[in-house]
């Protein structure tokens, strides 16, 4: 099993409060790995610990085969109201790799019609993001992460605020792009069922440690 | 009308100041920094009237002002600059400063009235040259930063996490603001900046929902207050700043009727 992340001998405190000591654990490549464990845990600050080491070229701890740049953080808590005015298409565009020239050319334009096909949102593309229904925001924020062509994809609480049917089809959407991908995902979730159902590992955060175990829907 | 040169220079302002305000007024939108962008131009009175008071041109004076607020917001996070209670303190000190420079300076009232008024119609060549090379400059600087400027504009929780030089961004940002401010200062009223800065932008929004579509109606908007202002002042002898107030006021009431209705209609 080839591993896209590891965590060697972590520790990680905040101002007044050691939230792990002694981290071992790796992310497996090209899975679904789900991050558990209670509120005030530790799951986002671990993340965004690893993501500054990565970014600082610290590896002391936290080793990657992938650059920070190849991955992309869909955060939990976003400022979109229902007056936000920018539509599905351009919001998904940011995600596209630099380029100087403020205008996208043909290939960055077609690259977003197609990523917009995959997380079915063509027929609402031309819609402001703030009138989409939560479901259709997630899948807006997968495909502005998409545009950057991640090898690996960090979505924090994505289904918090979604409707059986709806996370469930933003899960089985995100199983099949990565597939055709070979994407790697970090899940943070506190829903037992999604975990049941699409996790292929789980990461178990509690009493200040971590636990890899694999699921299911691995085999 | 356009066989006075004043005029003409004034009509040619309007351009850029349409310019300008369009490409900027989408983004002190999306950021939210409407506030910010009205206590920036009572700073910039503060800067004018410190040029007077200093013997400079009062264009460096409101330079030096806002481009040191920018500066001083950004650095200390964008956050200041939306508290209630910083942007009341902050308004009332530099206001109370440029009455005091003026005062000092012991220039005549009607000179505050210029400065906080402006007079589109008064600008000269040399005035008209400074807005062009100014406007270029800018519209260079936020072309080369458009693509980081707009992630971090309208998804900055995206932005924090999937881009670099966030911070960077938002100070460049401000003191583009703070240039912006001090170039159509002389022609729109310090009072009045905002009005451009963030009105056609909010009823732009209203509109249309591609950002392209919404810097370009920004521009039709502001163009069609500039001129229009400078149109019904020349014929009325009322002041250019009250129709353009006026125009921009009314579009955006249209807009808000606009989106009523669509709502009622869901």
Redesign the interface.
């Known amino acids: 099993m080839e591993n896209i992340i590891t965590v060697s001998h972590l520790d990680l405190r905040i101002p007044d409060r050691l939230l792990f000591s002694d981290l071992n654990f790796s992310f497996p490549k090209n899975k679904l790995t789900c991050i558990t464990g209670e509120n005030g845990v530790g799951k986002t600050t671990l993340i965004k610990h690893i993501l500054e080491d990565l970014r600082r070229h610290q590896n002391q701890h936290v080793q990657a085969t992938i650059s920070r740049n190849k991955i992309q953080y869909v955060p939990q808590l976003r400022n979109i109201d229902d007056d936000y005015p920018l539509n599905i298409r351009d919001f998904v565009s940011f995600g596209l790799k630099k380029r100087l020239l403020p205008w996208n050319s043909k290939k960055m334009k077609a690259k977003v019609e197609h990523i917009l096909a995959e997380t079915k949102l063509t027929k609402i593309a031309d819609q402001p993001l703030g009138h989409a229904s939560g479901g259709e925001k997630q899948r807006a924020y997968l495909a502005q992460a998409l545009c950057s062509d991640p090898e690996l994809l960090i979505l924090d609480e994505a289904t918090a605020s979604l409707d059986t049917e709806s996370k469930n089809f933003l899960l089985q959407m995100l199983k099949s792009i990565m597939r055709d991908k070979n994407l790697t995902v970090l899940f943070i979730t506190h829903d037992p069922e999604l975990i049941e159902k699409y996790g292929d590992y789980e990461l178990k955060l509690q009493n200040h440690t971590a636990n890899l175990s694999q699921k299911e829907a691995a085999n | 009308m356009l066989e006075y040169n004043f005029m003409r220079y004034a009509f040619i302002a309007g351009v850029f100041i349409a310019l300008i305000c369009a490409f900027m007024g989408v983004f002190v939108v999306?950021r939210q920094t409407s506030f910010f962008t009205h206590t920036l131009s009572e700073i910039g009175f503060s800067g004018a009237s410190f040029g007077v008071f200093a013997g400079i041109p009062p264009l460096f004076g409101m330079l030096l002002f806002t481009c040191a607020s920018g500066l001083f917001i950004g650095l200390s996070g964008e956050k200041v600059g939306r508290r209630e209670a910083s942007i009341s303190v902050f308004s009332g000190l530099f206001l109370g400063l440029g009455i005091l420079f003026l005062s000092l300076s012991q220039k005549q009232s009607n000179y505050a009235t210029s400065i906080l008024f402006g007079s589109i119609v008064g600008i000269d060549r040399s005035n008209l040259i400074t807005l062009v090379v100014l406007s270029i400059v800018l519209l260079i600087v936020v072309?080369?930063l458009?693509?980081?400027l707009?992630?971090n504009s309208?998804?900055?929780?995206?932005?924090?996490?999937?881009q670099?030089y966030n911070q960077s961004i938002s100070i460049i940002f401000l003191i583009l603001l703070a240039l912006t401010i001090s170039i159509t200062a002389q022609i729109v009223g310090s009072l009045l900046i905002f009005v451009l800065l963030t009105i056609p932008a909010q009823a732009a929004?209203?509109f249309v929902?591609?950002?392209n579509k919404?810097i370009a109606l920004t521009f039709g908007f502001v163009l069609l207050g500039v001129w229009l202002g400078l149109y019904l002042s020349f014929v009325t002898n009322w002041p250019v700043s009250f129709f353009i107030t006026v125009i921009e006021s009314l579009l955006y009431g249209v807009a808000i009727l606009k989106q009523k209705i669509r709502t009622a209609h869901n």
């Open positions: 999306a072309a080369l458009f693509r980081p707009a992630y309208f998804d900055a929780q995206g932005a924090e996490f999937n670099r929004k209203y929902h591609s950002l919404m």
